[in-house]
């Protein structure tokens, strides 16, 4: 039999690793789907280590997202190859986070790294990537000062300070603001009926050519602030709205509901984000059935979503860590916006020193920007083992 790939089909890539299935913290129930997988939850980890074994260093790195998975992801191969092993953690929540805690997500990164340290391992770099960067703050910070006693929602975290070891380093590449914050600026401001997406107000409409791109400050500002509204809207009716269910079935009750048109920051319009200024493609991301938040349940929206009500916020929770931070900067990355990056130096104080630049979008090409992939890398490596 030919072992070559047929016409037109592309091999198949492959990252060599090795999995481990660890078992994750209890929460409460119908957290996941089905039932029973609330009383056995999963975290599946992926190590790579050099030669096959623990580094005479005895460090290692996490990569980590709250929902998308992480194993092969670019930055690992080059990672370990330079002597670095690179274990990346998949939260119980991968692959839909319409019911993601960031309790939860919290609680498997301490499941991953009480793994590395039961397995030999004595430095723990953690490694902040996208929305990965601030769940990961979000993790040292409580592990440095565990506040988290309770849910959003009221309830008792089920979290205890022992289930989070601190790490040692931090790195912050491709970061935004976090889960709640991002979404808030990515609200399309035009919206005034929930139900109702059709329904739109011209006057805070980013896909009205009348507005630009470019756009003004003034307009701008208007967009802000009724992005803030919108969020405050839907926070408010979801806190009303669980507290009646609470009311007629119990403690634990919930319900899903969908938050359309979210694709619609401002800075989105720049030519050189990631969407290169294509209004289209940016209308229609904002369209799709999918996106940004699009899916939840009333307790995951107060958890990960709700500005101001969520525990987890990137630059709030960096800022109280005590752990070295080494900042990267993608300058083609809308997330990186100016405005956005200022909160992060901000809140890292004497620890920032800079932004390390790299001219890349969100996404590293690890093809078409392999030289960029592999200065990456020695960056981190550089910093890890400093």
Known sequence: MSTQPSPGVRPVRSHESRSFLLGGERGYPHELYPPSVNQASVVRVDLSEPDGEVPSHKTAAIFTHPVVPTAGFYIVNPL?????????????????????????????????????????????????????????????????????????????????????????????????????????????????????????????????????????????????????????????????????????????????FVVHRTNADPFMFAETSDFGGDVDKIREVNEAGNGLGRFSSLRSWLSQWATDVSQANGPSDVARTTIPVLSIRQAGDHRAHPDYLR????????????????????????????????????????????
């Open 80 to 256: 370990v190859q330079l002597g670095l092993s690179t274990m990346t953690v998949q939260t119980r929540f991968v692959g839909s986070d319409a019911t993601l805690l960031m309790e939860r997500c919290a609680q498997d990164v301490g499941t991953a790294i009480r793994f590395l340290e039961e397995r030999g391992y004595e430095r723990i770099i953690l490694l902040g990537f996208s929305g990965g960067a601030s769940l990961l703050c979000f993790y040292q910070a409580q592990a440095e000062d565990f506040t988290m006693t309770h849910l959003p929602d009221g309830r008792p975290s089920l979290v205890t300070p022992e289930q989070l070891p601190p790490a040692d380093k931090l790195v912050l590449f491709g970061h935004h603001l976090g889960r709640s914050q991002t979404l808030r600026n990515v609200l399309d401001a035009a919206i005034v009926d929930e139900a109702d997406p059709l329904r739109r107000d011209p006057d805070l409409d980013v896909f009205d050519p009348r507005h630009g791109p470019p756009f003004s400050d003034e307009f701008v500002a208007r967009i802000r602030a009724a992005q803030a509204a919108r969020m405050e809207r839907i926070t408010s009716w979801a806190r009303d709205r669980l507290a009646t269910l609470e009311g007629m079935y119990g403690p634990n009750a919930d319900e899903a």
């Open 343 to 386: 909160q992060w130096e901000d809140a890292l104080g004497d620890r920032f020193t800079g932004h390390h630049e790299f001219d890349a979008t969100h996404y590293m090409d690890p093809k078409g920007q392999a030289e960029m992939v592999t200065e990456l890398a020695k960056l981190i490596y550089d910093f890890a083992m400093s």
